[in-house]
């Protein structure tokens, strides 16, 4: 058929011409055509009732939406293979003892008061060691918990206090907390606290216990009336002087005070707190120097004579090279 000089009617999807796809396909080129709503091929009529399987059926997903906004789904990616698991870090070495290492540590149990739990140790106290004509009482802040768990004055390993008493020449042998008893009687010293109730730390006392602590301190020095009143720490005489006295100290010199007890002779002393966690003080020997000036005035206000022959080596104290010794002192004690 000559189509020169006829305008030809493509196909509007196809671009083929109408007369041919009509030879090819048995359709009418004016035939209307259902169209497949997702590819727009022509939709294939059903043989004997069932329709023809395609040969490849395009993925949903993959087609371009038409209107609209939607998000493509994403391809699956291929699975990963699976890294071989890591040995366990607790897994023991075929042969060998595993060594215990900073990820690894076994923590042990500390049972510091022998299965008898805190909060009983709270509702203990400690009894006061105090008689008449005693020459030197002791002040603390108030019994720690293994104080109130051994029953007697300063029993903590760390505490200098029986160490610095026996290095001073206060007492003549080397003491300790079970011997508090009879310091009285041989050796003139009584104890006592600002303080009743016990607590884990001074911290966990309120100011109003420590007002009310140091009125009832002054009521048993001026029953008791002892020679030297000691302060066991700076903080004590603080809040005492501020309590007392009306006196705010803001800066304290250990040693003599100038203020005595009212309706007494007795004189407070100041010295560093036994304690070993005393930053300024932290060894035994660099609190020794306190302890030996006040057995000079305790030797000075009983008349006792002392000895010329004897004099004061200049007493020099280096803070950091103290707390390093500190430290390695600790680390050996742990060790």
Not at 73 to 89: L, Q, R, V
Not at 223 to 240: D, L, M, Q, S, T
Request: proline share 8%; hydrophobic share 35%.
């Amino acid at each position: 058929m000559d189509l020169g000089n006829e305008q030809q009617t493509l196909h509007p999807l196809t671009g083929v011409p109408a007369h041919e796809l009509q030879a090819f396909s048995g359709m009418a080129a004016n035939e209307p055509q259902v169209l497949h709503t997702l590819t727009g091929v022509p939709a294939q009529e059903p043989v004997n009732g069932e329709m023809p399987i395609p040969e490849m059926i395009p993925n949903p997903a993959e087609a371009e939406p038409t209107t609209g906004k939607r998000k493509r789904g994403k391809a699956p990616s291929e699975p990963k293979p699976k890294k071989p698991a890591a040995k366990s870090a607790k897994a023991p070495k075929s042969g060998k003892q595993e060594k215990i290492t900073d990820a690894f540590k076994v923590k042990r149990k500390v049972n510091r008061f022998n299965g008898v739990s805190e909060a009983e140790l709270l509702t203990k106290t400690l009894p006061d060691i105090l008689t008449f004509n005693l020459d030197i009482v002791i002040i603390g802040i108030n019994p720690g918990l293994m104080a109130a768990y051994k029953g007697h004055h300063y029993p903590g390993p760390g505490n200098h206090f029986w160490k610095c008493l026996f290095l001073s020449g206060l007492s003549d042998k080397q003491l300790n907390h079970l011997d508090d008893h009879s310091l009285p009687e041989k050796y003139g010293i009584g104890f006592t606290n600002m303080v009743e109730r016990t607590t884990p730390g001074s911290k966990d006392l309120s100011s109003k216990e420590f007002r009310e602590g140091g009125r009832i301190l002054l009521e048993k020095l001026q029953k008791y009336k002892p020679r030297i009143a000691v302060f066991n720490g700076k903080c004590i005489y603080e809040i005492f002087s501020k309590e007392i006295f009306g006196v705010k100290v803001k800066k304290i010199d250990f040693g003599i005070q100038p203020h005595r007890i009212p309706e007494t002779d007795t004189i407070c002393y100041l010295m560093p707190s036994s304690s070993a966690r005393c930053a300024q003080f932290p060894r035994a020997q660099d609190k020794v120097h306190h302890y030996i000036k006040l057995k000079e005035l305790r030797n000075q206000l009983r008349g006792v004579e002392t000895n010329r022959e004897i004099q004061e080596v200049q007493y020099t104290f280096d803070l950091q090279l103290a707390q390093e010794d500190a430290k390695r002192q600790a680390i050996k004690k742990k060790k």
